[in-house]
């Protein structure tokens, strides 16, 4: 057989066309370098993560109380929802439902052809990013920039983000300043941060003062008061909305807390996570629209709901998507967003993410080697290498697995159970790599002799020892 | 059925079982309220802010007065610190707004643990001011201050008014190979006056 | 005491020393061991490939090997792991009676023999991998994104063997990258994960690399012989067992 063929019989799952997490991955690490690089920079995010963390003697009481309310909110989540609901409404704002993403994307489309919208902002919301809300906007004439800077960065460069807090952390000073030469004239081949904000600055200052619609994200919707909060470092959020006389925030279900008071658990806990700061600069409560202005919630299922139904895996839409469990992922930092080819990837993705498609997502949560350290850091105590443990289980039984590879666990079942079978599988294969070493000393056709060498094969087993020694 | 019947049916379907809802109790570190003026000014500081204590509001009413004949465009909105700028109000225009160098605004309470201030719509004037103005300045008193986000929440009604915020620090972005940047598209500066009466 | 003595089939297949070293040091250490004879493995490899409906062949086995003695002694975090929270059987008591008496090796000297003094000497620099699923799930050490103290079974017996120099890589707790079929379906990032430890281990210039999993160290070794290095990796059982 084709060595070709063999890997991919063996080794990639069926599934769509994209790039699977590990053949992207190997592209990805082909620049040791530069994946050094990448590894360096989420690592000492997670580092300040740890010191902001090491501040609060209560941490993981926080931890457990953010999990708790979680919990129980999914619980009774129908209730808190339409209590958000009658409470938002009775301040002036306009509720939609969205049932999948792209009623959610109908409906801003549907509202920007109404009110006449020329102009649209939006700062960052990882719910319209897994909606692909812009490129359904773009394909009807509709252009929204993206006012956050690492989106907007990626924005020019028709990329999607590689990480839902940090959507630029995969470029380096040299690639963005190479993108604003050309997009926003800045000096070729001046990488200086402070320019190149600047220069974001000024070209967003213009958009944010034209825009009639801004667009944005919710962190955390408070069910007994109808109002939600919006976190940024950035301003954009607010600069957008404060602006325009449309705001729409986009929402998934599971974003609703029940009472303000729990919001002093979940802010405590948000920015700690997510980039080691106390809090962000900015912790927006919108209640009311502002005099004048249409404010609009949408409220998205998009599969949420199934999830919910999930036992194994329903504790995965307690996520405040902080991406603690991408930083600390050793896997997730040497391999880059990209290659999960999903909106929100890492750890977190890998959970949430098979939900919405088996067959296109079957190979992320093999993209782990179950270390658990994504679960000690979430803030909200989401067991996440248990749940992709299961997922496997999941995707296995319903059939998206390489039929090579069911066939060799078939066979290593069959071996494990048999003890004198096992144990002249392993004599033979003893045997064979000290006689015929060239047969796994291949690179073509086992992947380990890529970059390592084989164990040496004994003659003896312990058993064969124990045997002759002990008995 | 309606999109919003089908959800919360699924929604209804699919939940589990009622799993009782916790008490938040956090006790905080230190009582003294010493200790919280010192935090504050820590982290702010450790953020990005710049903190002044004062005893009086003298020095920041001279300051505004004399910013305002050398032809910076400032906002004041404070009574007792001299004139107030009346055509800042909630429909004031973004293109007029975006001229503001600086503002000072009044701040309700400030949280030791994270160095933010509470500002209600009411003190902000117009929604967009905080962010549009070039520089911000924030007098807050300081026994306005207190240890973290829980005691915040119970002295403050973040639903009385349409908008609030938690204001800590400059805006600031590391989004360019994490080398972190002041002033990205909010105020570039923030400074608190800490007043003790 | 009676310690059934239960060896990965990788240990018992490429590791044999280890399996000796083991049986050895815990005989040293006066207890009497029992080697089932018809063991074969976990069934951790089928079950972290998502096949874990195809080890119920394989739990029996285990279960009708183990039935029988008070304590389980395995030199493997992640088996011993992994039996802890996946074995059952048709004979649930014996399955669970397995599940609550089984231990990795420096578990079960730390906590169970309670053993303070080791008559070991290793007079050598020592690199300590923390292997993922003995540390986090077993909690052999403590972890570093937990605010916790700071604790380590395997270090604390390592610190008592004579001349030995132990000494911990920057990252004190990432994982190696083995973690089963990954390390040959996800290869190059498994290899990149297993090459930037060794890096953090050589900048302590260790002349060994120890832990309580031989997959850990299988691994990092197959990665050091190609490299050509000097280091060599070993696991914990030698270390404790020698003279």
Redesign the interface.
Known sequence: MNPKNFNRLF?EPIQAATLS??AA??I??KD?AR?DWH?E?L???REKR?KA??Q???????R??GS??K??T?????NY??EFEKNAQA?GIKIH???DAE?HNEIILRIIREQKVQQVVKSKSMLTEECHLNDFLAQRGVEVVD????ER?VQFRNEPPSHIV????H???QD?SETFHEHLGTEKGNND??Y???A??QH??EK??ESQLAITGVNFA?AS???FVVCT????A??G???AKIHIACMG?EKII?K??????F??LLARSA?G????????????????QQMHII?V?NGR??Q??R?DF?SSLKCIRCAACFN?C??YR??GGHSYHTAVAGPIGSILNPNLDMKANADLP????????C???CPVKIDIHVQL?KW??????EGY?ATG??VA??G????????SI?RIT?KM??WMMRAFPFILNNKSIN??Y?????????K????????KN?Q | MSSREKILGAISTNKPALIELPVIDIKSTSNLAADWVEQFIKILESIGGTVIQLSSIDLIKKEIQQAKIGGEYIVNTLPILGEVNTEINSTMEASLLETVDRAYIEGSLGVAENGSVWLYEHQIKNRLLPFICQHLVICLNTNKIVPNLHEAYKQIDVAKEGYGVFLAGPSKTADIEQSLVIGAHGARSLLVYLISE | MKVGLFIPCYVDQFYPKVAVATLELLEKLGCEVIFPLNQTCCGQPMANSGFASLSEGCDKNFVANFGAVDYIVSPSGSCVLHLKEHLHDQDEIKASNIRKHIYELTEFIVDILKVENITASFPHKVGMHISCHGQRGLHLSSMSELSAPSFSKPAYLLNRVKGLELSDPKRVDECCGFGGTFCVFEEAVSVKMGKDRITEHAMNQVEYITGVDVSCLMHLEGILKRQGSKVKTIHIAEILNSD
């Open positions: 080794f997490h590990s991955a190997e990805f690490n040791e994946t590894d920079t690592w000492f995010v740890d963390v090491k609060i003697s209560e941490w993981e009481q926080l457990t109380l708790d309310i919990d129980h999914l619980s009774n989540l129908d929802l339409t301040n439902w969205a049932i009623e006012t956050d800077l690492g960065i940090l959507p630029a952390i470029l380096k000073k963005v941060p402070q190149l904000t600047e974001a600055r967003l200052r944010f003062i408070i008061t109808g109002g470092n950035e301003g954009n607010d600069m909305a404060h602006a279900i029940p303000v008071e729990h919001l002093g658990v802010l405590r980039t700061q106390p809090i962000t600069t900015y912790s927006s409560h919108f209640h009311q629209p502002r005099v004048g409220i299922d709901t199934k919910l139904g036992p329903r600390t050793p896997v040497r391999s093999f993209a782990s080697t179950l270390c658990g350290s679960s000690n850091v443990y496997r289980q999941e995707l296995v039984s697995t590879k069911k666990m078939k290593m079942a069959f071996v494990l159970s048999h003890p096992y392993g294969a003893r992947p380990w890529k970059q390592r060498e084989m164990p040496e094969a004994p003896q087993s312990f058993r064969d020892w124990y045997k002990k």
